[in-house]
């Protein structure tokens, strides 16, 4: 059996902290959370490498680094609330989870959904909650949030979670074209608006009204 906390710490010194993460909470959850527990099993060996994984449906677990700086870019203190878009595995969730008082993560796919809820119950996640369904349309009924993370890739800010964002509150999401987009951080205030963008990544696609359209040729 390999030593999977050895290799969560090899995470965290090798690859988030020479890259530049440095909010110990953000270190402290990534060394915490099992992303062993979040692959299927054939991909237990590479859990902790430097890269996306696959996670059936055609849909990806993000790269330790990626994961690292949207949450870092989302400077959470531990009370807010916060909705994630692109549920996909729940690692990310759970990274949230940590960090945040009460996590909303919505998913389009049911096969993904179901197996993130049993991680998240198996792991005692309690602050959790995963919905089925279009994300771009955000959680009006739970809204407004604190926090509000996109983990794919959309052509603009679906206008639905700008709406839903509280005053003071971040959205970070990789906006771009489809195979090439960069986080974008958007900031609310009572003077409005203002967006700033920061690395390059490559997401898939966020499908949706919004979003991008189903049936797009990619
Ligand atoms: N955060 C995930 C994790 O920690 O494993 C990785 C997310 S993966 C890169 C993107 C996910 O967004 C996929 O699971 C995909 O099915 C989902 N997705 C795409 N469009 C969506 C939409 N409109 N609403 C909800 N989820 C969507």
């Known amino acids: 059996m390999e030593d999977f906390k050895r290799l969560s710490d090899l995470m965290v010194d090798a690859q988030l902290i020479p890259r530049g993460i440095k909010d110990e909470r953000v ?7 099992p992303r062993h527990l979040f692959v299927g099993d054939s991909m ?3 859990a902790y490498e430097d890269m996306a994984l696959p996670i059936g449906e055609e849909q990806t677990i993000s790269q330790p680094y990626m994961v690292a700086i949207m949450t870092e870019l989302l400077d959470l203190k531990g009370n ?10 729940g690692y990310q969730a759970a990274i949230l989870a940590e960090l945040s008082r009460e996590v909303f993560t919505i998913e389009r796919k049911a096969l993904l959904t179901k197996e993130a ?16 369904g279009n994300g771009t349309l955000g959680l009006p ?20 979670l700008i709406e839903q964002l509280a005053d003071g509150g971040i959205i970070i999401a990789p906006v771009g074209i489809r195979f090439s987009q960069q986080l974008l951080i958007v900031r609310k205030s009572k003077e409005g608006i203002s967006e700033q963008t920061h690395v390059p990544c490559v997401f898939v696609p966020l499908i ?7 049936d797009e040729d990619f």
């Open 44 to 46: 237990l060996h590479n």
């Open 141 to 160: 009924e739970e809204s407004p949030f604190d926090r509000i993370l996109v983990t794919a890739g959309t052509p603009k800010i679906p206008e639905p």
């Open 80 to 89: 807010e609330k916060v909705l994630e878009i692109g549920t996909g595995s």
């Open 27 to 33: 270190l402290s959850a990534m060394r915490k959370v």
């Open 117 to 132: 809820e049993e991680r998240f119950q198996a792991l005692g996640y309690g602050n959790v909650h995963v919905i089925t």
């Open 208 to 214: 949706g009204k919004h979003g991008w359209p189903e």
